[in-house]
């Protein structure tokens, strides 16, 4: 697959993307290297990534916990006295190998630690190849509030090899779609379609489909980095769909949902908004809904909880002046940002979603 450019890095792809990696190692200098993993991608995938590293440079690895729990700032001041304990100085390079948590929270100690040191993402699951490694967005969580602290500031480079994803369970792969088949909501509408019969998706479907995805997001960053207008149609399925994920983690009650399952249920939900104020047609509505119904499992949301859920919705990062901003839909493919949603037509959104 072809390496796809960006103004500031390029995402790399496959076997390609170690001969680019050691070309890259070997003309900087760099006093040491640092890899980055969790729990998970240390026993899954650290040792077949070593095995493709050509570099007499001394390299040491930091482990962290695995799970959206972990991404705190706690956890960076772990990070980030290893490397000072370690010896790490500001001619250091970081390689951050592993899902979401690992790419953001590994981007944003490199970006703070001797106040910037280079970086690059190796993405080991479908959503951090998708969506977390790409873009520049860095950061961690404060307390259960999704991504409340972080830079932009994007590494040297993206590696994605999909040949990682031979380690992931069915429902993390599910979860990376979810963020696959928001592109293709905000996007194009063919791209959703292909997404959805995943019965007839093949090995080398999945790896162009995953490129177009990243290039998607690519087109969409480049034209508006720090996100102040079009990039915010990123956030399609997020306002609710954080919310959720943060109630749901929080709460001592609740299964922790993934980031795509609580993605997928926000989508349902925004559409079925998006209907009501800005006349998504019907039928788009209800083929977005057994799209996404078929792929993900129901999800229990009480009446109970969502005064709860909707106080989160305070917390989103898209808010202006006091008012909570949703990203909606006029048809697949044209998204309108800054949409203002009362709560009542939240909670018959919610009303909705629990009589599927």
């Not at 070309?23 to 969790?38: R, T």
Request: aromatic share 8%; charged share 25%; hydrophobic share 40%.
């Amino acid at each position: 697959m072809n390496s796809i450019e960006t103004k500031t890095y390029t995402v790399h792809f496959n076997t390609k993307a170690y001969t680019e990696l050691n070309n890259y190692i070997e003309n900087h200098q760099f006093s040491k290297i640092f890899i980055l993993v969790d729990s998970n991608t240390h026993e899954l995938c650290l040792a077949k990534f070593m095995a493709q590293l050509e570099t007499k440079i001394a390299i040491e690895v930091i482990e962290i916990e695995a799970g959206e729990q972990h991404k705190t700032i706690n956890t960076c001041v772990g990070v980030w006295n290893a490397l000072s304990d370690l010896g790490a100085d500001r001619k250091s390079l970081m390689l951050n190998l592993g899902g979401g948590v690992v790419t953001d929270l590994g981007g944003f100690v490199a970006c703070t630690f001797k106040r910037g040191i280079k970086y690059i993402n190796i993405p080991t699951s479908l959503l951090a190849m998708v969506d977390a490694s790409v873009g520049g967005k860095t950061g961690v969580d404060l307390g259960a509030l999704k991504n409340q602290v972080g830079v932009i500031s994007s590494g040297d480079m993206v590696i994605i090899d999909t040949s990682y994803l031979d380690t992931l369970p069915q429902n993390q792969m599910k979860s990376g779609l979810a963020e696959m088949l928001k592109h293709g909501l905000i996007v194009d509408k063919a791209y959703f379609d292909k997404l959805t019969d995943l019965s007839k998706l093949t090995l080398n479907d999945l790896d162009e489909l995953i490129h177009e995805s990243v290039d998607i997001k690519k087109t969409i960053v480049t034209k508006d980095p720090l996100e102040q207008n079009e990039r915010k149609h990123l956030n399609f399925g997020h306002t609710l769909g954080h919310a959720i994920e943060s109630y749901f983690l929080s709460h001592p009650e609740k299964e922790e949902l993934l980031h795509g399952e609580a993605i997928a249920i926000g989508m349902i939900l925004e559409c079925f908004i998006s209907a009501e104020i800005l006349n998504l047609p019907k039928q788009d509505l209800e083929y977005i809904t057994k799209a996404l119904k078929n792929i993900y499992k129901p999800v229990i949301i009480d009446s109970s909880d969502y005064d709860a859920i909707i106080e989160l919705l305070k917390y989103d990062k898209k808010n202006e002046h006091g008012n909570i901003n949703f990203v909606l839909l006029n048809t697949i493919g044209k998204p309108k940002i800054d949409c203002l949603v009362d709560n009542e037509l939240i909670i018959r959104s919610f009303e909705y979603y629990k009589q599927l």
